[in-house]
DNA sequence: AACGGAACCTGAAAGC
DNA sequence: TGCTTTCAGGTTCCGT
């Protein structure tokens, strides 16, 4: 469940095992694969992955079909709230809640998705949500005045705005909350009054949250995902209630967008 | 084009 | 203890 450095580390094992070679089996249950039946990623098999590539939190696996004269084939897949992507051997028994395999010969990837909120589309051509995604947090970067010319447009939140991912595509509800306390700006503060400076902090405050969360998932021994066991790595996310680190103020909760969203109301200026 | 809200799903945790 | 409610890292569709 992912933000955008999940969905990273995600494709990494995506490329590693797919680099291996071509796709000996795949199958997939249920209503995830669309549009199709079940068993609709049968045409992955016997393919070679060409390129395994992200965009915000949705990843496009190019694929070189030996079938259809080497016909390439795109398969969009995203791993809604719940989804993990994990390696096994291909003789291991699924996962828990596994909805998704692929096989590379003695490889295997396993995705697991309790939610069922994931998706998977195989087409010929980029999808409309694809096409659709702003630059990408991080491979980008985070633009300052590209960043400010979008907010300018938008009358909800700045914390709103932040999860439209034609805005910046990859920043979800964790990584905005983050951001905006690191930049100092309540998240209640209107996206169109923010200044040139306000969204030079936030694009800092973006870069600085995303960086700091890929590394916590690259140092982890196993890929383990964020959150999931262990302490709660993050500033202030998960710690309505408790002090502010930066004023000892302490911190609330209210809901943006449907979103439960943290913030100090102490430190965090509101525009 | 942008907005606000419901809908899609299940499981873990909190509340009573 | 056991039943009920709430909440969760996301997107999409629909009527304004």
């Known amino acids: 469940m992912p933000e955008l450095p999940e969905v990273e580390l995600a494709r990494r094992t995506l490329a590693r095992v797919l680099e291996r070679g071509r796709i000996t089996a795949a199958r997939s249950d249920d209503r995830l694969v669309s549009p199709g039946a079940p068993g609709s990623l049968e045409p992955l098999v016997g393919a070679r992955a060409v390129a395994v590539e992200r965009r915000g939190k949705q990843l496009r696996i190019a694929l070189a079909a030996p079938s259809a004269g080497g016909a390439s084939l795109l398969v969009f897949a995203h791993l809604g709230m ?3 992507w994990h390696e096994a051997k291909t003789s291991a028994p699924p996962l828990r809640h596994e909805k998704v395999r692929v096989d590379v010969g003695a490889r295997s990837l396993r995705y ?4 069922r909120l994931g998706r998977f589309v195989v087409a010929k051509e980029d999808t409309k949500a694809w096409r659709a995604l702003g630059p990408d947090a ?9 960043l400010h010319a979008k907010l300018a447009k938008r009358r909800r939140t700045v914390k709103e705005a932040l999860l439209d991912q034609k805005i910046l595509a990859g920043i979800g509800n964790i990584l905005a909350i983050e951001g905006l306390w690191r930049a100092k700006l309540d998240p ?8 040139l400076a306000d969204v030079r902090a936030l694009a800092k405050g973006l870069r600085d949250a995303i960086a700091f969360q890929l590394r916590q998932l690259e140092k982890a021994t196993e ?5 999931m066991g262990g302490e709660n790595p993050f ?24 979103r439960g969203t943290t913030f100090c109301p102490s430190c965090q200026r509101r525009i």
Do not use: W
């Open 82 to 84: 719940t989804g993990e």
């Open 138 to 146: 991080l491979a980008d970067g985070v633009d300052a005045k590209a």
């Open 235 to 258: 500033r202030i996310y998960g710690r309505a209630g408790k002090p502010c680190p930066r004023c000892k103020h302490t911190l609330a909760k209210i809901v943006l967008g449907g």
């Open 188 to 195: 209640r503060s209107r996206a169109d009054r923010l200044t």
């Open 223 to 227: 890929p383990k995902y964020v959150n």
């Open 112 to 115: 697991t998705d309790p939610r």
